[in-house]
């Protein structure tokens, strides 16, 4: 089974092969176009900018894809695109190649979401049964979710207001570190005191798996505005105690959704980190503490599997086609889209999922 995936959701083009064969799944080519010197200048990502882009480079970057794993269209077995959530532009280039591609090779079109890819990509790397739980973490996401099976999640909490990756990126502008913030603020926050200045761990220690992180930028705000300048030290310092801050948050929320399973879904085996700041080390050693006392395997897919790529697009695409999942040439791009369409709406970040 050989899958083509397409990824335009957010800033990032991507188009990947990956093969399912009897040794197991196998990348044949992920290729990723980052825009992120489009959009530096404006502190994030514009909508307009991203959707022109893609548009430029999503055509030759499938021939590459193609080229590097030495097939043609004839030879695969569906197209894949992530069809939302996400901004509808680039939602709409990479449906609408991905549909053009499986009708000229005469192969289903599968709509794969966004969150769903994230959710998946793990079983693409290890062995990992369902259910399990995943906490998914990126500039436009942070949900923690209970992945029963293709198609079956239970949201346990989402953000109220701004999702983690937002977080590390508005306060890293605030201490003029750039964009994106994350690894600025993972860099900067080397040799860092955490504890020189004390900022808010919204919701922590109350029940429930929901996050907040607009407390956060605001402290940060108020404490730059309070001075004249920072020096190297104090951007180190404040630097330090951000990342612990939103790690603290993370690690009390998924907490929270460990004790979860254990009384829901006691057979779960797995906690599952996915989306971009999952590269976060202080994170990833966290939530690999609160696994291990929980008795459950702690499971982070390689960094470019965790930032947006395609070959979570086309493995959700074979994990899909295998059940035969397979949708129309008039499947809808949707800027929303939630995995848990049971749980309520909330403002925020989480709304797009
Ligand atoms: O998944 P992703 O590449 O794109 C989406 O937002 O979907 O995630 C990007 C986010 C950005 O907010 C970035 O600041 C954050 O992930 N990030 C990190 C790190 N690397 C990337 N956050 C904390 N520490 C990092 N090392
Ligand atoms: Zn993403």
Same mark, same amino acid.
């Given at each position: ?42 502190? =994030?990502?514009?909508?307009?900018? &991203? *959707? ?8 030759? $970057?499938? !021939?590459? @894809? +193609? /080229? ?29 190649? =991905?549909?053009?591609?499986?009708? &000229? *090779? ?8 966004? $969150?769903? !890819?994230? @959710? +998946? /990509? ?51 502008? +605030? ?179």
């Amino acid at each position: 089974m050989i899958v083509l995936g397409i990824e335009t959701s957010c800033d990032e083009t991507a188009a990947a092969i990956v093969a399912l064969g009897d040794g197991g799944p196998q990348i044949r080519a992920n290729l990723v176009a980052a825009q992120l010197a489009l959009h530096r200048p404006y502190g =994030g990502v514009v909508p307009e900018i &991203a *959707a022109r882009a893609h548009l430029d480079c999503l055509d030759r $970057l499938v !021939a590459e @894809a +193609l /080229a590097e794993a030495r097939i043609g269209l004839g030879d695969i077995d569906a197209a894949a695109a992530a069809a939302g959530p996400g901004l509808i532009g680039g939602l709409l280039v990479g449906t609408m190649m =991905g549909k053009g591609i499986a009708w &000229a *090779a005469g192969k289903p079109f599968i709509a794969v979401n966004h $969150l769903e !890819a994230h @959710a +998946l /990509a793990a079983r693409l790397v290890h062995r990992l049964d369902f259910p399990y739980l995943l906490l998914l973490v990126s500039g436009g996401h942070c949900q923690l979710l209970c992945c029963a099976g293709v198609g079956r999640y239970t949201r346990l909490g989402t953000t109220l207001d701004d999702a983690a990756g937002e977080a590390f990126d508005k306060t890293a502008k +605030l201490l003029g570190l750039g964009y994106p913030g994350g690894p600025a603020i993972e860099r900067a926050a080397r040799g860092g005191d955490p504890r020189r200045f004390t900022l808010p761990r919204p919701l922590k220690g109350r029940d429930g798996c929901d996050f907040s992180f607009s407390g956060l930028k605001t402290a940060v705000r108020h404490i730059v505005g309070a001075r004249p300048a920072l020096d190297r030290a104090e951007i180190a310092d404040l630097a330090a105690a951000i990342e612990l801050a939103i790690c603290d948050t993370l690690a009390d929320r998924t907490g929270n959704a460990v004790r979860w399973l254990e009384r829901h879904r006691p057979q779960a085996r797995a906690l599952v980190v996915a989306g971009g700041v999952a590269a976060n080390l202080r994170l990833r050693r966290r939530l690999a503490g609160l696994a291990a006392e929980a008795g459950l395997d702690f499971v982070a897919p390689p960094p470019e599997l965790c930032t947006d790529n395609a070959a979570m697009i086309a493995w959700a695409g074979i994990e899909r086609l295998r059940l035969g999942l397979t949708d129309g040439l008039d499947a809808p791009a949707r800027p929303r889209w939630p995995l848990d369409a049971a749980a309520p709406p909330r403002p925020g970040a989480g709304v797009k999922a």
